[in-house]
Nanobody, 120 residues
Framework: QVQLVESGGGLVQAGGSLRLSCAVSGSIFGINTMGWFRQAPGKQRELVAGINSVGSTNYADSVKGRFTISRDNASNTVYLQMNSLKPEDTGVYYC??????????????WGQGTQVTVSS
């Protein structure tokens, strides 16, 4: 069974840093895109950062220059390095991936979510 396993959330003071990890568990054919979304209380889930199969990245304007997404293809893991954290970065962070289960068969997966809380 394919799953996305997240780790690395927690409580940090404003200006601090956290690193989130998301590993693909289970047998897959390959990975297309991976990314991180977040959902703050009372708000819709939004894209934070994404990375495609050739390493091209995109970021929400609110995190540009502070967050960095990267991936390790050997371990099927995506990371989100978050620096200069602000209280408005608080929320549940979800990993997302479009995975090839077989050649030409792509399925979308979500992680269980990890809480990030930034205190002022």
């Amino acid at each position: 069974q394919v799953q996305l396993v997240e780790s690395g959330g927690g409580l940090v003071q404003a200006g601090g840093s956290l690193r989130l990890s998301c590993a693909v568990s289970g047998s897959i054919f390959g990975i297309n895109t991976m990314g991180w979304f977040r959902q703050a209380p009372g708000k819709q889930r939004e894209l934070v950062a994404g990375i495609n199969s050739v390493g091209s990245t995109n970021y929400a304007d609110s995190v540009k220059g502070r967050f960095t997404i990267s991936r390790d293809n050997a371990s099927n893991t995506v990371y989100l390095q978050m620096n200069s954290l602000k209280p408005e970065d608080t929320g549940v962070y979800y990993c997302h991936a479009d995975l090839y289960l077989h050649y030409m068969t792509v399925r979308s997966y979500w992680g269980q979510g990890t809480q990030v809380t930034v205190s002022s």
